[in-house]
């Protein structure tokens, strides 16, 4: 199935496609292990930064290889991709999804970087999706340029974008104050336009708020933060207690937790099938 009717169908069954980044081998393993525990289906996402470290092609060969072996339905997408050359690169490189990231420029401008994306990747038959409205990223503080539901449907009525990232409230990174969603910004969003709307910087928010945004249509959940995270301090405790020098014995340790976090993210999202 493509990408961009899996979303619709979760959109329409008010489910939610739980997007995962993944940075190495172990937590590209942490993320299919959770998910064929689950059957879930899986998004596998590479930033600018991740793809620098592991190489396009050798994190693309990772990714597809592991949903092959792990007999799972997924897909591979471009997380806040931030030119045309990086876009042009991952799609020439076969992925299925590319997100074009120009939600810092004023409106027009977003407007037509991204319809530019979009005819490059209509040639490929692959998903776009962009941001709107001011979702903190890291090192950035929280609040205020909140997406509005007439800028939403103009947006994309003008760029033909396939998905919406939303600003109703999250942050990426950790949050310095407890998290509050904008459901009734986002209901009204929903209304406005039939755009697939995606949250990002979910690490953080109570599951009960992300189940409620769900219910109002957000069909895509970015996990990122909580991933790195939780592998990271698994990693340090298990190095801090003990001299083992050889990582094919110390990394593995740090996926078991790791796992455990995508399990219960999966069955929040309400996109496992067990």
């Given amino acids: 199935m493509r990408i961009q009717d899996k979303l619709k169908s979760c959109q329409q069954a008010r489910q939610a496609l739980l997007a995962t980044n993944f940075y190495n081998f172990e937590t590209l393993t942490a993320v299919l292990q959770a998910a064929q525990r689950v059957q879930a289906p899986v998004m596998l996402q590479l930033t600018r930064s991740s793809?620098?470290?592991?190489?396009?092609?050798?994190?693309v060969a990772m990714g597809r290889r592991g949903l092959a072996d792990y007999g799972l339905e997924g897909w591979i997408h471009l997380d806040h991709g931030d030119s045309e050359e990086l876009v042009q690169a991952c799609l020439d490189a076969g992925f299925d999804s590319i997100m074009i990231d120009a939600?810092?420029?004023?409106?027009?401008?977003?407007?037509?970087?991204?319809?530019?994306?979009?005819?490059?990747?209509?040639?490929?038959?692959?998903?776009?999706?962009?941001?709107?409205?001011?979702?903190?990223?890291?090192?950035?503080?929280?609040?205020?340029?909140?997406?509005?539901?007439?800028?939403?449907?103009?947006?994309?009525?003008?760029?033909?974008?396939?998905?919406?990232?939303?600003?109703?409230?999250?942050?990426?990174?950790?949050?310095?104050?407890?998290?509050?969603?904008?459901?009734?910004?986002?209901?009204?969003?929903?209304?406005?336009?039939?755009?697939?709307?995606?949250?990002?910087?979910?690490?953080?928010?109570?599951?009960?708020?992300?189940?409620?945004?769900?219910?109002?249509?957000?069909?895509?959940?970015?996990?990122?933060?909580?991933?790195?995270?939780?592998?990271?301090?698994?990693?340090?405790?298990?190095?801090?207690?003990?001299?083992?020098i050889d990582l094919r014995k110390v990394f593995p340790r740090a996926i078991a937790p790791t796992v455990a976090l995508l399990e219960e993210k999966y069955r929040m999202s309400g996109s496992a099938a067990r």
């Fill in 51 to 59: 793809i620098r470290y592991m190489g396009l092609h050798q994190a």
């Fill in 103 to 244: 939600s810092e420029q004023p409106f027009d401008e977003n407007v037509r970087i991204v319809r530019r994306v979009v005819e490059m990747a209509r040639r490929y038959g692959a998903h776009v999706e962009a941001e709107l409205g001011y979702v903190a990223k890291l090192g950035q503080t929280q609040g205020g340029g909140f997406t509005t539901p007439d800028q939403a449907a103009r947006f994309v009525a003008r760029t033909g974008v396939d998905a919406l990232a939303v600003a109703i409230g999250s942050a990426h990174g950790f949050y310095k104050q407890p998290p509050r969603l904008d459901i009734a910004r986002l209901r009204e969003i929903h209304a406005a336009t039939d755009a697939v709307l995606v949250l990002h910087g979910s690490s953080g928010i109570p599951h009960a708020m992300v189940q409620e945004a769900i219910a109002n249509g957000i069909a895509k959940v970015n996990l990122a933060t909580e991933i790195k995270d939780t592998f990271m301090r698994a990693l340090k405790e298990t190095l801090l207690a003990s001299d083992e």
